[in-house]
């Protein structure tokens, strides 16, 4: 056959960039695909660092978009009713992952890749990267046997691409675990800079448990879902309204339009709000936040916060 190609999901962290020089060390055509997700998708801040990291290493970048239109309504069904458990907050990640390999699944048959591959490390987490995991996901997204984990390949069954030797098993590695120290010493070998993991799913916050409980009730759009990761949120009369916590913020609901909108004209946060609630009850609202009142004024608001 001709020479295998394969197509990683490729967040940007350290585990997908090395994912990306192991296959290369074999041979393989890779190309990548990033997964922009509306709550956060993966260790790059910003398409930029992914896109420069893939131009790089001379690998061709796939993006698929699923914070607006038919991909995040489908996206956001996945996480209001999943299938399988939760985190410790409102992550789905089994789901979630499931929903990613559905989508990897339909690209590689349009690009004509026999592989696909993940920078995932067992045990890694424990949510949704032990060995049970890992296989569950790929059998459910109709990919059994045929996702190929080339950090952690060697303590996982073989899959199509090793039994076909599109692949050579022998040069993948057998990575376990939450440690990062062999793939910080691949990245030096590589001569690979990676980010620093930060932020990660809002989803996987503790402290936006309450928020994304009541929030993903309503319908969102590619405009209402921004909210979620900025401002106060405050739910009264079964209507939602986003308070500014700074100027950055404030531009954000001010130029998304959605809503309704409540700009002040005194010192104090903007507001987008939806539902019925009077609009003079939203002022009251901005006005105990802001230094128009006295800060014990916000006392009768804190019960309705998310």
């Known amino acids: 056959m001709k020479k295998p190609k394969a197509l990683v999901l490729f967040s940007g962290g350290l585990d997908s960039r090395i994912t990306i020089k192991l296959l290369q060390e074999q041979k393989i055509d890779v190309e990548a695909v990033y997964i922009k997700l509306p709550f956060g998708t993966g260790c790059c801040t910003n398409f930029g660092c992914v896109l420069n990291f893939t131009q790089i290493q001379g690998v061709k970048l796939h993006q698929i978009d699923a914070s607006q239109g038919k991909l995040l309504q489908e996206y956001l069904n996945t996480i209001k009713k999943p299938k399988h458990n939760r985190g410790a907050s409102m992550n789905p990640c089994q789901?979630?992952?499931?929903?990613?390999?559905?989508?990897?699944?339909?690209?590689?048959?349009?690009?004509?890749?026999?592989?696909?591959?993940?920078?995932?490390?067992?045990?890694?987490?424990?949510?949704?990267?032990?060995?049970?995991?890992?296989?569950?996901?790929?059998?459910?997204?109709g990919l059994e046997n045929k996702i190929l984990r080339p950090l952690?390949?060697?303590?996982?069954?073989?899959?199509?691409?090793?039994?076909?030797?599109?692949?050579?098993?022998?040069?993948?590695?057998?990575?376990?675990?939450?440690?990062?120290?062999?793939?910080?010493?691949l990245a030096?070998?590589?001569?690979?800079?990676y980010p620093t993991p930060s932020g990660g799913c809002l989803l996987c916050e503790k402290s936006m448990r309450n928020r994304f409980k009541q929030i993903l009730k309503r319908k969102l759009d590619k405009n209402s879902v921004k909210f979620l990761s900025i401002g106060r949120h405050f739910l009264i009369?079964?209507?939602?309204?986003?308070?500014?916590?700074?100027?950055?913020?404030?531009?954000v609901l001010e130029n998304t339009k959605t809503g309704k909108l409540i700009n002040p004209e005194f010192m104090a946060?903007?507001?987008?709000y939806f539902g019925k609630i009077k609009k003079s009850r939203v002022i009251e609202l901005i006005k105990a936040y802001s230094n128009q009142e006295p800060i014990e004024t916000r006392k009768k608001f804190e019960q309705f916060r998310l």
């Open 95 to 141: 789901d979630c992952k499931i929903f990613l390999f559905k989508q990897a699944k339909k690209l590689a048959k349009k690009i004509n890749a026999n592989i696909i591959a993940t920078g995932e490390v067992l045990g890694q987490r424990p949510m949704s990267q032990m060995k049970k995991h890992l296989l569950l996901d790929e059998k459910e997204a």
């Open 152 to 185: 952690s390949a060697k303590l996982l069954p073989e899959t199509e691409a090793e039994k076909k030797g599109w692949v050579d098993r022998s040069k993948l590695l057998d990575i376990e675990g939450r440690q990062r120290t062999k793939q910080m010493q």
């Open 188 to 193: 030096k070998h590589y001569h690979l800079t």
């Open 269 to 272: 946060p903007s507001a987008r």
């Open 237 to 251: 009369d079964d209507s939602w309204i986003i308070l500014g916590r700074n100027e950055k913020e404030n531009i």
